[in-house]
């Protein structure tokens, strides 16, 4: 058995409370339509109600949209509400929330979204008191979260030109050194700008022209 599943059996303290639905359709169906309705004010019995989830087993959904932090204790809508209605990047939303929500789960498992229901069973059983019935049903939520969402790795943006034309004096830089090693001399063009006293004793110039051919042009 895994180290960390063994000991939280034995810590009532690292138990937590799993929200669930017993209608797993009407979970998935409510967050799908989020994009194309408007924002309530809270999400209350009365708002279910008014979106066509009556039944009483629906008004579940509001402790798993607040256990996402889709609304607050207030129950009223956050941010992560309305970036949902996103529809070019609402999979990336709710990935995100279900995995700051099932936190200690990703931990143990990185890629808990494809883990078989044994391991997912077997980890809510150490994390909650509930019997067989409420872990079927955590991991049934756990696992339809999981289907409207998209774990997928953010593709890092390509190099700008910009960045590109920084990183070519350390090619030219390896070339030198390795020119170098190879015994040869590398040509290299030095301008340099000199920046004469303003004086009238003409002897002080010819000292400084004399001191450049000796020690840059010999």
Known sequence: MNLRLYLASYFPSSMVEYPYVTTTNALQKFISQIPDTGIPGKLTINELEKRGFKSTNHRLIISVMKFLKFIDELQRPTERWKSYRDKSRNKRVIAQAVKEAYADLFSLYPNAQERDTEALKNFFSTRTAAGSQVVDKTVATFKVLCQLSDFGEET?????????????????????????????????????????????NAEIHDKIFEALKKYLLT
Do not use: C, F, M, Y
């Not at 004096?169 to 004469?196: F, M, R, Y």
């Open 156 to 200: 890092l943006p390509e190099a700008s030109p910009k960045q590109e034309r920084k990183q070519a004096p350390s090619s030219s830089i390896k070339n030198i050194s390795q020119t170098a090693q190879e015994g040869k001399v590398p040509a290299i063009d030095i301008n340099i700008q000199l920046q004469l006293p303003v004086t009238d």
